[in-house]
């Protein structure tokens, strides 16, 4: 029997208290933006990790402002919104190589949203194979790189943006 580790759930699994707040709002302090897998905090926008990702270097980018739809965002924050997922496929493709990319909005809870009161992209890199018999017959996604590696790859990069 093979085993699946994946030693950074533990503390998901075991934790009584859950993030209180939106995960998707910074704050000023900057210096839990690791711990919280933040790549980008922009004058409009946000970039970050997906904590329980599709697949290695899944990212989550949203309006810092509280906006439930598409349309309540201003023609600035659209704009911005747009810009920061475009850098950030041009950084996936650059540090994680992928073949292709899913990109898209869960908007409301029905489509999936866990957070409809704050609208965000999922940008999720695909690679050929990355479906394979672990999900299909034990539903299961095998991630093979951890999250905050991934992170530490990619920050750098995210630092760079203007």
């Known amino acids: 029997m093979k085993n699946l580790w994946a030693p950074w759930r533990m503390n998901y699994i075991l934790s009584d208290q859950k993030e209180e707040g939106c995960i998707f709002c910074p ?3 900057r210096s839990k933006d690791g711990e919280r897998l933040i790549l980008y905090v ?3 926008t946000v970039a970050m990790m997906n904590r329980f990702p599709y697949n290695n270097g899944h990212l ?4 810092l402002r509280h906006v439930a739809q598409m349309e309540d965002l201003s023609d600035e924050e659209t704009l ?3 810009r920061i997922v475009r850098e950030s496929i041009g950084i996936l493709r650059k540090v994680m190589q992928p073949e292709g990319f899913n990109v898209g909005m869960n908007l409301g ?3 999936g949203a866990g957070m409809e009161e704050h609208m965000h992209f999922h940008i999720v890199p695909r690679w050929s194979g990355d479906t394979n018999f672990m999900t299909v017959l ?4 095998v991630i093979p790189e951890h999250i905050k590696e991934t992170h530490r790859k990619l920050k750098p990069f995210f630092e760079k943006i203007k």
């Open 60 to 63: 989550l980018v949203a309006p």
């Open 138 to 141: 034990g539903e299961v996604r």
């Open 27 to 29: 704050g000023e302090d």
């Open 42 to 44: 922009g004058s409009l």
């Open 80 to 82: 911005d919104l747009l």
């Open 109 to 111: 809870r029905i489509a």
